[in-house]
């Protein structure tokens, strides 16, 4: 990816447009713009010129908009400058909008892939406004599995000339044949907020169908939106493919200032206080909030979402009404009137996840306040930035720590910021399961020729790797069921005849719409009320250790359970505030590698006296005491504790890389050590270490001798602790729903669905037992290394750690490094509602010692 | 649903645990089946015969080899108990697409290596989907079936409404959750309630319903040819 791109920054606009209708097409959308007074930007001009020259390419900026009309504008004036009768200044009046009839409009010409489909209404109303405006003959329509049944038949026989749509719905669109054909007329795909999009397997979804959209007109460009990350060059590739070599990148600069600053505790206990979420900060919370118009809580997770929202509605009960939660697991009626409240300037705070990371920006929110640890810089900045989107605003950041330590993520986020060290967002290559997936979806929509569909596959950046003999798999794998030499009888999906494959029956096309739409996720229940209304969905294993009567909080409301029963959960409203918190298994985002990085380096600035800025001035203390039980680790150190407490032997690690790092290192050195001789381990990790604990003394010492911590024969370690493990398991869940193995049921289809379905984990075992060689289980396994574990960050990290001093102390009682750690193990064992009271002891209980060390050392 | 673990092929011997219920002594077995002595009784539940091929069928891809071992394991239950009689305690097959010639053809044979064993069908829900099993496979059906006091039926409910109690079912696919944190385990068990025991479902490719032993008066895990109480008291 060393290659270099031509730049069209700002003002490279050197080569003349070719013809007088390019001129007039580029004029005509800049007097629109200056219409609506606002004046088109150098990088604008830039995108419109390189598409203009049939370029393709990735337009990226930090936060701040334009990037839609960048694309869309564009798109426009070169569509009308290769038509015979342009639109001119003339024919269109720029007011008095007009809608094009769907028959007689343009057929399909733009594509608009967007990640999310709450993006897909707003970003239709931005694209019409313009179309209509200029008076061309264009319809814009947007087509995700909310839309209706009849929008969707009219757009199946004609589709509109810019459809705004999804990955699963495009998917899904392909497998029509009287729809496929049509594409043929496209011009433009853009791919909007592509870093979302780009890192998943939704996104290699994006680049199957757009191999295919290629395939049916090469002409067709493609651009790519994004986000300032740290490889837009090799994200712009992904996106275009590896053959394109005339992308362009266009970077728009950042036009609003942003400030950060973090609530401190007035008083900062020597232990950090992790695990209740950090609602001791709710009073300054709820000060910062009253203090402006309007502002965005950040949360983590969905649940540490409701129970902020519950804890600012109960300190300010008179914001009731005036306040909203917003997460991915609430009803979409409840999500968009939260969405329209806020546009409209009526709530003073949304309480809300990643769920509102994307999308039109609000321009009442003022500030954005970040509750608990950013995890990235990327993150950090996105979310900041969706704050000050009024004229002359400037993005506002409050960080709430939940832990002390997380003032020191903050301060080294913000040192990175300045250097604009961004993380990279990593393309997925090769997962088996979405191609099986494609396979069929292209069979069920075109016959497709073998050797064709393979060169097309092979031209995406996700599958350029491809054996002949992964493909040979798949193709046995949807047309036999799997390997030919293992028997799958009474199994078809896709009939080959002559070399051409195709699906024949019309119940397993329709099983395969079906299962396109399929995000993988638990098993999942929807909550209603007694009398119907809906309120969203829950996870199963969390409803399954509640009972009748029990109380629960959820969409912000406390409610009790009443019965569950086809898969749907009663529930009634009720009253008082002890009530249990909803847990959903998601994925925890692990400190990107570039954050831990930061972190390590204001570590090291701590080892040396250095506190600079109001986050390490506050946390002082805290790692004076660190330093006086134990030491605080520079980047050069890695620092391990031994502890011996009443729940045995801990042995605590500091690699500080990240959660998904240390998962894979965990397993790792625990079985080294177990090596040595027979020992039961169990352990426990955070973005910052690694907890060992175990029963009998371990052997560390000569662990250490035979190399602890030593890359070799890595990955072949890894594999038998993940033999012992349930880590690809867990993965195959996924990889099971893509592939089609789990089917959700027709909706309808009632209790006979139910004998064909199967959890992953029996698939799991099946497979494992009767057909170990299936690519699938191989697939589940790789992406548990390369993703999940992290592999290659792993065997860097155990690099970089040869390269340290290793430094074991013993302190007296857990350090305050080690004590996220500990409550993390605790939160795992007990129960959520005394959680609180247990931490407080715990606290409590080292303070004395504290105490009693701190009068001992000065008399 | 999740699964339990540890439904492979069990070991040379088979332990038990004995318990007593309406005056009638039952073997847990580890394998997952149940032995009455006083009647040279074997009984075993919710095999499920031909769920792999209902899910070929449907354009689910699940190999094959399933119904060998499902059989092999019965073969080894069957032997180690050296009952005379062997009841299957309902669902014995999957649905309609179960039964093609290789599942009636592999069971036909099964009976005749085992041509001496009375063998009773107490009919399940899935065994619906069948008017009428081959009679190569030489089944006596019955909707439930009396051992002394106790009824042996396929689903606890119809026991309940019945009032058929004391009575053994299955049914359920029970499982148990075991082990706290990182050593939490799904397992197969056998769920003993004061007036009833449900029998886990035997042979691999089962899913399992995690019970709470809450009401239960013992619950007994099983997990590679080890079968222990897991009931908190």
């Known amino acids: 990816m060393e290659r270099r791109t031509p730049s069209y920054e700002s003002n490279s606009n050197s080569k003349k447009y070719v013809s007088r209708k390019q001129i007039m097409s580029i004029k005509l959308v800049s007097d629109w713009m200056k219409e609506k007074e606002r004046k088109p930007f150098p990088f604008q001009r830039a995108v419109w010129k390189a598409m203009m020259d049939g370029k393709s390419g990735l337009l990226h900026s930090p936060t701040g908009t334009g990037k839609t009309l960048a694309v869309w504008l564009g798109a426009l004036a070169r569509w009308n400058a290769q038509e015979e009768d342009p639109v001119t200044r003339e024919t269109s009046t720029f007011s008095s909008p007009r809608r094009s009839n769907r028959n007689a409009a343009e057929p399909i010409r733009v594509l608009w892939l967007t990640p999310l489909r709450a993006l897909a209404a707003d970003t239709m109303l931005a694209l019409q406004e313009p179309t209509d405006q200029l008076k061309f003959p264009w319809t814009v329509e947007r087509r995700t599995s909310d ?164 804890a600012i509605l109960h300190e300010r009960p008179d914001w009731a009404g005036k306040m909203g939660v917003h997460h991915g697991s609430l009803e979409r009626k409840t999500r968009t009137w939260v969405e329209r409240e806020l546009d409209a300037g009526n709530l003073k705070c949304v309480v809300c996840t990643s769920s509102l990371d994307l999308g039109v920006d609000f321009f009442p929110v003022q500030q954005v306040l970040q509750i608990g640890s950013p995890k990235g810089i990327a993150r950090l900045m996105q979310r900041a930035g969706r704050s000050g989107h009024y004229p002359g605003g400037k993005s506002q950041l409050v960080f709430v720590p939940t832990h002390a330590l997380e003032l ?90 002559d070399g051409r494959y195709e699906v024949k029956d019309a119940r397993t096309s329709r099983m395969q719409r079906m299962s396109v739409g399929t995000i993988p996720s638990d098993n999942e229940m929807q909550v209603r009320y007694m009398k119907g209304g809906r309120l969203g969905k829950i996870e199963e294993r969390f409803i399954s250790r509640l009972k009748p009567g029990d109380k629960f909080l959820f969409a912000g409301r406390t409610l009790k359970l009443v019965m569950t029963r086809d898969m749907t959960v009663w529930v009634r409203r009720a009253k008082g505030q002890v009530a249990a918190l909803p847990r959903w298994y998601g994925g925890r985002m692990p400190l990107s590698s570039e954050l831990s990085e930061a972190v390590r380096e204001k570590l090291g600035e701590a080892a040396r006296g250095k506190f600079t800025g109001p986050e390490m001035r506050a946390i002082k203390p805290l790692m004076a005491l660190q330093a006086a039980w134990s030491l605080i680790p520079d980047e050069n150190t890695l620092l391990i504790e031994q502890v011996k407490t009443r729940d045995g032997f801990h042995i605590f690690v ?109 698939f799991f075992d099946v497979f494992k037992e009767y057909d170990p060689e299936n690519l699938l289980l191989k697939q589940a396994r790789q992406e548990v290394l390369e993703y999940q574990l992290e592999s290659t960050r792993l065997a860097t990290a155990l690099d970089r750690i040869a390269n340290c001093r290793i430094e074991i102390t013993e302190p007296p009682k857990p350090s305050p490094l080690a004590f996220p750690i500990l409550v993390d193990r605790l939160r795992m064992k007990i129960s959520s509602e005394k959680l609180a009271d247990r931490i407080a002891r715990l606290t409590q209980q080292f303070e004395v010692t504290a105490k009693k060390h701190h009068s001992k050392s000065n008399p | 649903m999740d699964e339990p673990r540890g439904s492979g092929i069990p070991n040379e011997t088979c332990n038990h645990q004995e318990i007593s219920l309406a005056d009638v002594t039952l073997h847990l077995r580890a394998d997952g089946s149940l032995f009455i002595p006083q009647c040279s009784m074997l009984i075993v539940s919710d095999l499920h015969l031909g769920k792999d091929a209902a899910f070929r069928a449907a354009g689910i891809p699940v190999p094959t080899g399933i119904n060998r071992d499902l059989l092999k394991q019965l073969t080894h239950s069957v032997e180690t ?140 895990a099983i997990a590679e040819n080890q079968i222990w109480s897991v009931k908190q008291r």
């Open chain 1, 147 to 310: 839309s209706s049944s009849t929008l969707k038949t009219k757009q199946k026989n004609r589709l509109p000339s810019c459809l705004i749509t999804t990955p699963e719905s495009l998917s899904i669109l392909l497998t029509y044949r009287k729809t496929h054909s049509q594409f043929k007329s496209l011009q433009v795909v853009v791919l909007d907020e592509w870093h979302e999009l780009m890192a998943s397997k939704r996104g290699v979804q994006a680049e199957l169908c757009l191999a295919r959209l290629r395939q049916l007109n090469p002409h067709l460009i493609t651009w790519a939106v994004s986000a300032t990350i740290g490889n837009v060059e090799q994200a712009m590739q992904t996106a275009l493919g590896p053959r394109d070599q005339n992308g362009v990148v266009v970077k728009a600069p950042a036009r609003r200032k942003l400030s950060m600053r973090s609530v401190i505790p007035k008083k900062i206990e020597r232990f950090p206080w992790a695990g209740h979420m950090g609602l001791k900060s709710v009073p300054a919370v709820v000060e910062a909030i009253d203090a402006v118009g309007s502002s965005l809580v950040f949360t983590n997770t969905r649940s540490q979402a409701e129970k902020w929202y519950s």
């Open chain 1, 408 to 497: 020191v993520e903050l301060a080294a986020a913000k040192d990175y910021l300045k250097q604009q060290r961004i993380e990279d967002r990593v393309p997925l290559m090769g997962c088996l399961d979405l191609l099986a997936q494609h396979v069929v979806s292209i069979s069920c929509g075109n016959p497709f020729d073998e050797s064709q569909l393979f060169k097309e596959v092979k031209s995406t950046h996700a599958y350029q790797d491809l054996s002949e003999t992964q493909w040979e798999w798949v193709l046995n794998f949807v047309r036999r069921g799997g390997d030919s030499l293992q028997a799958y009888p009474d199994f078809q999906r896709v009939v080959e005849n």
């Open chain 1, 654 to 762: 500091y690699p500080f890389e990240g959660r998904l790092v240390h998962e894979g290192l965990a397993a790792v050195i625990a079985w080294r050590i177990a090596q040595i001789r027979p020992i039961t381990f169990s352990t426990t990790i955070n973005d910052y270490g690694i907890e060992l604990l175990s029963p009998t003394v371990p052997p560390l010492k000569e662990a250490m001798e035979r190399g602890l911590f030593t890359s070799v024969d890595l990955v072949n370690q890894i594999d038998k602790c993940m033999n012992a493990g349930e880590l690809d398991r867990r993965q195959f869940r996924d990889i099971a729903k893509i592939a089609g193995l789990v089917q959700g049921g027709f909706p309808g289809a009632g209790k006979s669905a139910r004998q064909l379905q199967a959890s992953s984990d029996l």
């Open chain 2, 81 to 220: 108990a050296e009952c005379s009689h062997l009841i299957f305690l309902g669902d014995l097959i999957h649905n309609r697409n179960s039964l093609t010639p290789t599942v009636i053809d592999e069971m036909a044979r099964w009976r005749k290596q085992h041509e001496d064993l009375k063998v009773t069908l107490v009919l399940g829900n899935h065994d619906r989907h069948v008017r009428k099993f081959p009679d190569s496979w030489k089944l006596e059906t019955c909707p439930a079936y009396q051992v002394n006091a106790l009824t042996l039926v396929h689903d606890p409910a119809t026991g309940v409404n019945q009032k058929a109690a004391p009575f053994v079912c299955g049914h359920l696919h029970p499982a148990v959750q075991t082990g706290v944190a990182a050593d939490r385990m799904k397992l197969r068990c056998f769920a003993l309630y004061p007036d009833h025991l449900v029998v886990p479902a035997f042979g691999p490719f089962k899913g399992g319903m995690t019970l709470s032993t809450r009401k239960m008066t013992d619950c007994f």
